[in-house]
């Protein structure tokens, strides 16, 4: 039997049946005043009004993450407020009568007054409640679990991953439907998790006007605060609170484990090491910031490398992530993201972390010849000590998968264009403009013996089942790669202006590409993979408005959408190929068990 999601939510029922989201959120009529007030209001309209969060889960660890506002003034991005004692519960029931841990934790401004705990001496495979309690508050209850890995016994994975979920792109539909389900093990978000544009539309006809991203229905319904691109540490704190009063987002977080990653947009569009596509470095006297924390004259948008370290405080403040700096620890350049999860003897989940150290970006071509800087072994898109890391735990691997979290297609994807010379690809952002490191990993999947490697991607609003060739002519597969849509951001349909546009696109780039399998550009949505010993199978599903994918209405505006099963894909273990399945997954062969008081 195909698996079962708990009863459909609609939006409007879970604005109703969440107090502290129904404060937070209305549905329409959101201007950037409002925009701003909504985070306000999120804030004062209780302690816990930014809901709970947990991540990163072990075998026997957890993290647990909230925000409180202990004062009226200590909204986000404030930078005031007191010292705030937090308790915090972990059981093994719902309604708290078995309580397997208890603490106290402090939070201040200098955190934005967020809080994180690190669960530890837990059982594996078990499923958890947690809570936290403040000034005689106590918020909602999250239900989280630990890893299924355990020595000697094969348990059921199944990991929903998604990506792309701009604010103003549309309602979080998506993220209400992993919300519903009750089948997974954690949810992998692979970047893009909020966008820095401001909420300034386009002039009809005046290209590269405004930076509002998203459609058009939305603009006073669902803006960004603050109203303009962010900069700040407060402008980051506060993005990150706007898009924590989404009632769905919050759902999904309280209701399963998260394994985050940042892509680009939670800093800005197309970032490198040293730059980024959406940064201006240069300063400008005539506007400034003086939000809390920033370095001593920063101006405009500053110098990169500060940004940067703003958005990631701002990230590690408000994620559900543990701090790098004390979990993992391996060789590296800069603040370490990539960890590693272990799963028994069935799989490792790779998280890599591909923006802070990559080279910049170059053109693909230079003239009338391919750009040879795309295959300069000294340009990277990992650093060499992160590709060293992730290429022998591959190779060294005992595990019957090797998943490997991922932010930009891996697959080399030649463009489709008639006038594109022989060999051009089509994304330099993406690994085919640092080949030398394709190759790379490339050649340590065919080396990974027994161990199948699965790539799992976000970034390019489309879905996607590929082969891997070692050689775009050589016939062979050394793994696969599986890409989710986008929760809202514009994917293939909105870029060529129709679903019939986005159709001839997509049969454009298989034909050019025959090794990806499955491309669909008009859906989003998330994806699901479950993995056994035997196989692993992805499904993709998409949101869906009076049951349209998007083929004829605009599904992201709908507040009532549903998501809605759309195609699945395996690879058995063994073939590093990629087939169509034949339907929805069914039930999980176990279940997480139920905790004991300790």
């Not at 992998?188 to 459609?215: F, I, K, M, Q, T």
């Not at 939000?291 to 990631?312: M, N, T």
Request: overall charge negative.
């Amino acid at each position: 039997m195909p698996v079962t999601l708990d009863a459909p939510i609609s939006r409007r029922t879970l604005l109703q049946g969440t107090a502290v989201a129904a404060a937070a959120v209305t549905v329409g009529g959101l201007t950037p005043t409002a925009a701003r007030a909504t985070v306000d209001d999120a804030a004062r309209s209780g302690i816990f009004g930014f809901g709970v969060a947990s991540g990163d889960p072990t075998a026997t660890e957890l993290l647990l993450w909230t925000r409180v506002t202990p004062t009226p003034k200590s909204t986000p991005g404030s930078g005031v407020g007191p010292v705030t004692k937090v308790d915090w519960e972990l059981a093994a029931d719902e309604r708290f009568t078995r309580v397997v841990r208890h603490g106290t934790v402090r939070t201040d401004a200098d955190r934005d007054h967020t809080v994180k705990v690190v669960v530890s001496g837990l059982t594996p495979y078990t499923r958890y409640f947690f809570r936290f309690r403040c000034k005689g508050a106590t918020s909602p209850v999250g239900r989280t679990q630990t890893a299924p890995d355990e020595a000697g016994v094969t348990h059921a994975l199944r990991l929903a991953f998604v990506s792309c979920s701009n604010y103003t792109g549309g309602y979080f539909t998506a993220y209400r439907g992993l919300a519903a389900r009750d089948d997974l093990d954690a949810v992998l978000h692979l970047g893009d998790y909020l966008y820095e544009y401001g909420n300034d539309p386009a002039e009809p006809g005046v290209a590269g006007s405004g930076d509002r991203y998203g459609p058009a229905a939305l603009i006073g319904v669902r803006d960004h605060d603050p109203a303009t691109e962010i900069v700040s540490l407060q402008d980051y704190r506060l993005r990150h609170a706007l898009y924590k009063t989404d009632p769905d987002l919050q759902e999904a977080h309280r209701r399963h484990p998260w394994i985050v990653i940042f892509d680009d947009h939670e800093v800005t569009n197309d970032a490198y090491a040293t730059g980024a596509e959406n940064h201006e470095q240069q300063d400008d006297p005539d506007t400034s910031y003086t939000g809390p924390g920033e370095p001593a004259g920063i101006r405009a948008e500053g110098e990169f490398v500060a940004r940067r370290a703003l958005a990631y405080r701002a990230y590690l403040e408000w994620m559900p992530i543990r701090e790098p700096a004390s979990w993992q620890p391996r060789p590296h350049q800069g603040t370490q993201f990539f960890r590693r999860f272990v799963f028994g003897d069935l799989a490792e989940l790779s998280v890599i972390e591909t923006r802070q150290n990559r080279s910049q970006q170059v053109p693909t071509t230079v003239g009338t010849t391919l750009n040879p800087a795309l295959a300069d072994p000294g340009r990277h898109l990992p650093e060499p000590q992160q590709m060293t890391w992730l290429t022998t735990g591959l190779t060294g691997s005992h595990k019957a998968w090797h998943l490997i979290g991922n932010q930009t297609v891996f697959a080399r994807v030649f463009s489709p264009q008639p006038t594109a010379l022989p060999g051009q690809v089509f994304n330099a952002d993406q690994w085919d403009g640092y080949q030398a490191d394709q190759r790379t990993l490339l050649a340590a999947m065919a080396a990974s013996g027994d161990t199948d490697p699965v790539v799992l991607t976000g970034d390019i609003h489309s879905s996607w089942a590929i082969e891997l060739p070692s050689e775009p002519t050589s016939g062979d597969s050394v793994g696969v790669e599986f890409v989710c849509p986008s929760i809202t951001s514009d994917g293939f349909k909105e870029v060529t202006g129709s679903a019939a546009a986005a159709q001839a696109a997509t049969a454009a780039f298989q034909l050019r590409n025959p090794w990806v399998r499955y491309l669909e550009g008009v859906g989003h949505g998330f994806a699901v993979i479950d993995v056994t010993p035997e196989r692993v199978q992805t499904d993709f599903w998409f949101v869906r408005s009076n049951g349209d994918k998007g083929l004829a209405v605009e599904v992201r505006t709908d507040p009532d959408a549903t998501v809605g099963f759309e195609s699945s894909w395996t690879s058995a273990k063994g073939s590093r190929r990629v087939t169509p399945g034949t339907g929805p997954l069914g039930a999980r062969g176990d279940q997480p068990r139920t905790a004991r008081h300790h």
